[in-house]
């Protein structure tokens, strides 16, 4: 038999093929059912060298052999792989993929590919694969080509994982991975050297936590040793809408406090709105790895993610250029890793994590404010001093600040809503600017947002869905946003309750304009900056409804508390986009550039 290692770098096609089999033996799987065929030649010799502990089982009849695998399943409860060749092959794994989803079996189906350019022309044994099997997968996509990059090893290893999961979760079913191949497909040279990449690639430091790391967190039971022995670890509060907000910010405040480790919030997270309960709470980590210097000091060893990812570029490049150990905490059966890291998903809510005996001594002293926070490590004392001294500086500077710039919008709500209120905030620059600038404070505002695609179709249509029969809310929004969707105020006339529109009116699309695209001109203006010079007094006279042109901050800070009980209006802030952008670009960098800690 070939040895494993050396024949993993005969070429590209054999190293993917081997990173995506050793995923899967690290997962658990052992049973591979191969069918035979020539596009499927990587997988089948990779999965051929992982005998014994796979067992590979070559089964001529494709429908058999599903069905066989399905049995397998069946029989064990752990996924079982099906692997096949380009074509109609894997169209006679159907039948038994639709018996596996409605009897809830786990199988992931392995089908392989001819690349793009060899499809839609008429080369032989060619189909259209995407898809093939409809709705009836719980999850599918279609791998990336090959390609010798330790991104692109990182991408295939984070999807085989999330494939493995969805096998499992949210319910047992099928899983498709579509999975191309360019020649040569037998482990033959191809011309590419890949032996800086082997100098590169430790597997086991690349596999490190895949393997159903012991112990896991289970609901309730003690944290790992790891976390509790390591002082140079962050809690990364992410993107996060919950329905007990308090009960949730509780739950990160108990496990930052058990473990002295800081919690890095993003804007949209409800950790921002209830800050009393964590005193190591750090709302300017953006701005704070700005500084290269500061950022390399802080660098963690592990990361517990609550939630989604936080919106900042520079968290998400400081992230994967350190390479944390990281665990995902998140109940969703999705894949929260858009970094590709050394990840591991724990599918339970921060709730339901133990967090040792004396939390609640520790957040009886996280009530009493900065007078009775306790540093065990210097690293923690490191992150909340920077956090003191940058937030000093954002206030100061937006304090001072008189002239209209959008970010101050973010800054100023973030102090001025009444407590509770339910805020909708609109994609694009203003999630950033709440991300920036928005002020950790106790008054448990319920911030909403669709970051799950992100768009900013259907954003007024969203707010007033949030508002209607509830407590006065209120939205942020760009105008480009707004006036995607002007047809939402056509439900005024059914609407219950009040919302109060902020409408930042830069007359164009300003997170374009952080973009490098901004130099260019022609076109930017035209297809990006894309001004609109809408009159929004007329628009909102033209649908009924009410608007104000607002000219100072004090102004705004009397119209945002109290707030109207019903009706929609309209508070316009006309600022300057290329302003705007030049401030960013000129600020952001020097709130962390001098502090020293």
């Not at 090893?153 to 319910?171: F, K, N, V």
């Not at 001004?531 to 945002?560: G, R």
């Amino acid at each position: 038999m070939l040895d494993l290692i050396p024949t993993a770098f005969r070429n590209v096609n054999q190293l993917w093929a081997y990173i995506l089999t050793e995923t899967l033996k690290r997962l658990g799987l052992s049973c591979a059912v191969i069918c035979p065929g020539s596009r499927s030649t990587p997988l089948t010799v990779a999965f051929a060298q992982q005998i014994p502990e796979i067992e590979a089982i070559s089964i001529l009849d494709e429908r058999s052999a599903a069905f066989f695998a399905l049995g397998r399943a069946k029989a064990t409860g752990r996924p079982v792989a099906i692997v096949c060749t380009s074509g109609t092959a894997g169209a006679n794994f159907y039948p038994a993929l639709i018996e596996a989803k409605e009897s809830r079996v786990p199988l992931l189906i392995l089908t392989t590919d001819r690349p793009q350019e060899l499809r839609d022309c008429h080369s032989g044994q060619t189909i259209d694969q995407w898809k093939l099997y409809g709705n009836y997968p719980n999850w599918q996509a279609e791998l990336a080509l090959p390609s010798p990059d330790m991104r692109m090893l990182a991408y295939l290893r984070q999807t085989i994982i999330h494939s493995w999961e969805r096998t499992q979760t949210p319910s047992k079913g099928p899983v498709h991975l579509n999975i191309p191949f360019r020649d040569p497909l037998a482990p033959i040279p191809d011309g590419i050297d890949l032996s800086d990449l082997q100098s590169q690639l430790n597997i086991e430091h690349f596999l490190a936590g895949i393997a159903n790391p012991s112990p896991l967190p289970t609901p309730h039971s003690p944290l790992p040793l790891s976390w509790q022995q390591c002082d140079r670890g962050i809690i990364i509060a992410g993107v996060a809408q919950v329905q007990q907000p308090q009960e949730y910010c509780r739950a990160i405040a108990q496990l930052s406090q058990t473990l002295k480790w800081p919690v890095l919030a993003e804007g949209l997270s409800p950790v921002r709105n209830y800050a009393k309960l964590n005193p190591y709470l750090i709302s300017t980590y953006d701005l704070i790895l700005r500084n290269q210097q500061l950022a390399k000091q802080l660098t963690p060893e592990m990361v517990i993610q609550v939630g989604e990812m936080p919106t900042s570029k520079e968290l998400r490049n400081w992230i994967t250029a350190t390479q944390p150990l990281r665990w995902v905490i998140d109940p969703s059966d999705q894949n929260l890793d858009p970094l590709h890291g050394r990840t591991v998903h724990l599918r339970v809510g921060v709730e339901e994590l133990g967090c040792g005996g004396d939390e609640g001594d520790e957040g009886d002293e996280g009530d009493e404010g900065d007078e009775g926070v306790r540093f065990s490590s210097d690293y923690l004392q490191k992150w909340c001093a920077a956090e003191t001294q940058v937030r000093k500086a954002v206030d100061d500077s937006f304090g001072k600040m008189e002239e209209l710039f959008e970010g101050k919008a973010a800054w100023l709500l973030s102090q001025t809503l009444p407590p509770g209120t339910p805020l909708f905030i609109a994609n694009s620059m203003p999630v950033r600017d709440v991300e920036f600038f928005w002020k950790p404070n106790n008054l448990g505002v319920r911030s909403y947002f669709n970051r799950g695609a992100n768009g900013i179709d259907g954003t007024l249509s969203t707010a007033l869905g949030i508002a209607h029969r509830h407590q006065s809310s209120v939205m942020l929004t760009g105008d480009l946003a707004l006036l995607h969707d002007t047809n939402g105020f056509l439900i005024r006339n059914k609407f219950v309750g009040h919302l109060t529109i902020l409408l930042i009116n830069n007359n164009g699309g300003g997170i374009f304009e952080m973009l490098p695209i901004a130099k260019f001109e022609p076109p930017f203006e035209e297809f990006f900056g894309t001004p609109q010079d809408i009159d929004f007094a007329q628009l909102c006279a033209t649908y009924n409804v009410q608007h104000e042109l607002i000219t100072s901050w004090q102004q705004l800070q009397e119209k945002l508390n109290p707030l109207p009980t019903t009706g929609i209006r309209v508070l316009e802030l006309q600022t300057n986009r290329k302003l705007d952008a030049r401030w960013r670009q000129e600020h952001l960098g020097k709130f962390a550039a001098n502090i020293g800690i």
